[in-house]
């Protein structure tokens, strides 16, 4: 497959292409990022296919507990060092914390210089890498340092994929899921029919270039997350305290976020938004992909008080993204409480499933 979609905001317009990654070219410096795994299989392969006077290498250590300031600062350092100027070029060559920070770190260097990404994750080509959001985790919380900054362009070569390990599959699919809950029932109808794997890559490939399309359709309409953006946040209010409860070592993100969206829907039933067999569909789905749909607690009100640290959250009101049916989304922030943390204790139970 090859493809082009247009990222169009008041602000910003860039492609994402989707297909086998072509030749880079830039008339300045350029800086690639990556991880010592990534590196390790698509480094070269993205050498070759760049042309630029200079070209350096900067690898940070591989995980979501190195996207911190610290990783930011050991950056910025490569970027000195090698002489970028204002008009160099960062490529981020990775998953989503990779380009997350790259994002981040080109937002600020020396008041900003462009970035390309190349996602080398289901997680990152289907959603991370589209739209501009940026940052790294302090001790607060997730992503709660960050700026906007869109890249120039995001190359999505699915055959990257082919080395991913079938946890992160999974946990890309989730975000795969959450585009197709939010927007579109006919997706979500295509994706109970059958299942994505690596080795049905056209099947694969249709279905990033479908996540992608809503990604931008929604970023076009919002860039900045005024509005229907906070949707692409569906999963995301209860799975970022998920992480935050088990220090980013237990899940990840992806599977955070399944169970995130499980509980959503159960206060959407809650709040008879969503039919119990809705619910069951969703939960059905996410579990053919092992994704974890439960995470045990006991203590609801400490669950409840880690909701404020989410960036929705304004004036101490909490913001929960509801899926509304299948194929639509509502935003509420006026559930009591009491509503909030029956259904905190019932998601809790130990012996749910
Ligand atoms: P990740 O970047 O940590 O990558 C997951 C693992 O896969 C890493 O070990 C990585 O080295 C490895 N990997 C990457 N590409 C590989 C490949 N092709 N073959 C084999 N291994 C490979 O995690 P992720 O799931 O890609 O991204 C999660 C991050 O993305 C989180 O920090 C989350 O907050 C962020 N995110 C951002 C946005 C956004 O809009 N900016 C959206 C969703 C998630
Ligand atoms: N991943 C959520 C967003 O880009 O808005």
New binding site residues.
Partial sequence: MNKTIQIQTKSTQYPIYIGTLPQIESPHKVLIVS?P??AG??LRQVLERIIAPEVYVCIVP???QY?NMQSVEYILECAFSHRLDRKSLMIAL???????MVGFVSGIYQRGIDFIQIP??L??QV??SV?G??GVNNAFG??LIGLFHQPKAVYIDPA??T???NR?FG??VA?IVKMAVCFDKTFFDSLLARKLSLQDMESLSEAIAKSVEIKARVVNADEKEQGIRAALNYGHTFGHVIENLTQYEQF???EAVSIGMCMANTLACELGLLSQEQCQSIKQLLSSYNLPTHFAFENAQGFYEKFYLDKKSTDSRIMFILPQGIGDVKFCNDVPKDVVLRVLKKCGDYDEN
């Fill in positions: 991880n795994k990534v299989f698509y591989d995980g979501e996207k990775g998953g989503g914390v990779i380009g997350d080398t994750t997680l990152a959603d991370a739209g959001k940026t997730k992503n990257m994929l080395t991913l390990p992160e946990a890309g975000e990840l993100h992806g």
